[in-house]
């Protein structure tokens, strides 16, 4: 059985640091690209940033270009995002996103849409006050 455990998430003052981690584990695949995505009050889920389950290729949504950098440890299956200089507006709960990779040429490839995985945790509340 397929699981991701998010942590990391909290309160954080508006130019304050966060890092939230998410550890997949039930994957019998050897490739997994991970991603995040985030849901404000009110608002649809959208996509925050991805990694290349080989190499070190990542993507990131605009808004948080620059302030956000995602990484992951392979041995341990675990992915992280480091969030700095946050905003209110970053303000949202964070879901991690996972799927085994059956391509080489995908194995390359960051997944930035929703319908591209298929495990997600249970999210994890990112709170940026002003």
């Known amino acids: 059985q397929v699981t991701l455990v998010e942590s990391g998430g909290g309160l954080v003052q508006a130019g304050g640091s966060l890092t939230l981690s998410c550890a997949a584990s039930g994957f019998t695949a050897s490739s997994i690209a991970m991603g995040w995505f985030r849901r404000a009050p009110g608002k649809e889920r959208e996509f925050v940033a991805a990694i290349a389950s080989r190499g070190s290729s990542a993507d990131y949504a605009d808004s948080v270009k620059g302030r956000f950098t995602i990484s992951r440890d392979n041995a341990k299956n675990t992915e992280y995002l480091q969030m700095n200089t946050l905003k209110p507006e970053d303000t949202a709960v964070y879901y991690c996103?996972?799927?085994?990779?059956?391509?080489?040429?995908?194995?390359?490839?960051?997944?930035?849409?929703?319908?591209?995985?298929?495990?997600w945790g249970q999210g994890t509340q990112v709170t940026v006050s002003s």
């Open positions: 996103a996972a799927r085994p990779v059956r391509t080489i040429v995908g194995a390359y490839t960051p997944k930035t849409r929703e319908w591209e995985y298929e495990y």
